[in-house]
């Protein structure tokens, strides 16, 4: 049940029996398990918890020696008359997205309605500069309980040295196993997955069919898109191609396709003149000084990207499945694909998942909502009313509602086909600091304010 890259041994078994008494209290403390009711059963606790009939029992000795519940011979464990419930305060941090990304508001309604003693005090942490510092910041003062990331954010926290001010977890068995290994450090699970996607190519049908253009396919490289786009174009009115270069789930993606890793040679120096990274810097630039397909718009976030899509001003979008839900609603005719690629199809992961301040006073009931956000019932709530992509299997992958009234696209199950070209920002074998200055001599070249020997010569030293 345990998966390997995790805790194994002893400290396996003593985080999961840890996790079904913390649980088992929490949902006591906070009135899903209210006085009287009986606790599920032991075989039933066996199989949730993955541990033996005796664990269970070891753990349930626990919550006895609490005073929270009672065993009744061949009935089971009760719920004790007289538990003091003592309404809490979880302050929540998320960045500004995810309220969209994830139906927040709805969530909350419903994790509020079935925990009526802790409340969950939502922080949207709008840093002007950066939000994982403002997460740092929140932390060292012990204003944050717990807070969202993704996966480029969580590898911030642990160069910044926050990995021991965040709390432990224990693996959802049923939570895609690349979502998990985005928040794992050392062996431990730091931050719990709640929604995924891939980088995919959002497309316009009418515009395809009004210019006689195939719909793009896996099959598709960057040249297709080039010789496409072109034609899709109408001078005056719209552009074939368009994406918001300067996010860091868009970019990376072009690096990842040369199938490259920045790393010294076995002579310890590192060549970026020849290489295929260089090759794919340079495709970037070619699409987005190509005006006749490629709009010259200024745009400052990918918000801008979604609206020109919407209004019909470009017929290709790079995008992932939270972006996509600002189309959820509209009635635009669109379908998605893989992205194109270089030398093989590789598309860049982006994870986003809730981590616990492991200082946080309010621990228990932080544990208690991180759960809730994992657990069937959200993941459920989240696929239904959103087009974000659940950490959880069966929730991502469960089949469409009849009376689904959402505009999904018809090619909504396409994330399961291309799951083998999932990459994450790590692979490019990068620091964060490395990470930033290579972004800020990207924007230099592509706008022609250094030449490709500076570039060759800068990053050569840097790596």
């Known amino acids: 049940m345990d998966n390997p890259r995790f805790q194994t041994g002893r400290k396996s078994f003593q985080l999961r029996l840890q996790h079904m008494v913390d649980s088992l209290r ?18 039933l606790l066996t199989e949730q918890y993955g541990l033996s009939n005796k664990s269970v029992r070891k753990g349930l000795d626990i919550l006895v020696g609490e005073g929270l519940i009672v065993k009744v011979d061949r009935v089971g464990s ?37 925990h009526r003693s802790i409340r969950i005090k939502a922080m949207p942490l709008r840093s002007t500069v950066d939000y994982i510092k403002a997460v740092e910041e929140y932390m060292d003062n012990g204003l944050l309980d717990t807070f969202t990331l993704n996966n480029l954010d969580f590898q911030q926290l642990l160069e910044d040295g926050y990995a021991q001010s965040l709390n432990p977890m224990v693996p959802e068995a049923q939570s895609y196993r690349f979502a998990q290994e985005a928040f794992v450090d050392e062996q431990q699970l730091l931050a719990k997955p709640v929604v995924f996607s891939p980088l995919v190519l959002a497309y316009n049908r009418s515009h395809f069919q009004e210019s006689h253009v195939p719909e ?36 990376p993606a072009f690096l990842l396709q040369s199938c490259m890793r920045f790393a010294p040679s076995v002579n310890g120096t590192f060549q970026l003149d020849g290489s295929r990274l260089l090759e794919s810097i340079r495709l970037c630039k070619r699409l987005i000084t190509s005006h006749d397909l490629f709009p010259r718009y200024l745009s400052e976030n990918s918000d801008d990207v979604n609206e020109l899509f919407a209004q019909g001003k470009v017929s290709m979008i790079l995008t992932n499945y939270m972006a996509i839900n600002d189309f959820k609603e509209m009635n635009i005719d669109y379908d998605l694909s893989p992205i194109p690629f270089m030398y093989e ?17 309010q621990l228990q009931a932080s544990k208690c909502f991180a759960d ?22 069966s929730a991502a992958e469960a089949p469409l509602e009849s009376g689904d009234s959402l505009n999904r ?47 060759c010569d800068h990053m050569e030293r840097l790596i």
């Open 26 to 43: 929490s949902d006591i403390l906070y009135g899903v398990y209210p006085p009287g009711q009986l606790l599920p059963s032991e075989l």
């Open 78 to 114: 009760r719920v004790t008359d007289n538990i003091p419930v003592a309404p809490v305060s979880v302050s929540f941090g998320y960045s500004c997205s995810i309220e969209r990304d994830f139906s927040l508001s709805a969530l909350l309604d419903d994790f509020h309605s079935l």
């Open 216 to 251: 793009p396919d896996g099959s598709w490289t960057w040249e297709d898109v080039v010789k496409h786009a072109s034609a899709l174009a109408v001078p005056g009115v719209r552009h074939g191609l368009y994406f918001y270069l300067l996010s860091d789930n868009r970019w």
């Open 345 to 361: 199809p590789r598309s860049l992961l982006n994870v986003i998942g809730i981590a616990i301040n492991r200082n946080s006073k």
């Open 409 to 455: 696209p018809a090619r909504f199950f396409l994330f399961r086909e291309i799951m083998f070209s999932y990459r994450t920002h790590q692979e490019l074998n990068l620091p964060m600091s490395s990470f930033y200055v290579l972004k800020n001599l990207l924007k230099q070249y592509w706008s022609d304010l250094i030449d490709e020997q500076t570039l």
């Open 372 to 393: 809730y956000l994992t657990s069937p019932r959200a993941q459920s709530i989240l696929r239904n009313r959103s087009l974000s992509l659940p950490a959880l299997k």
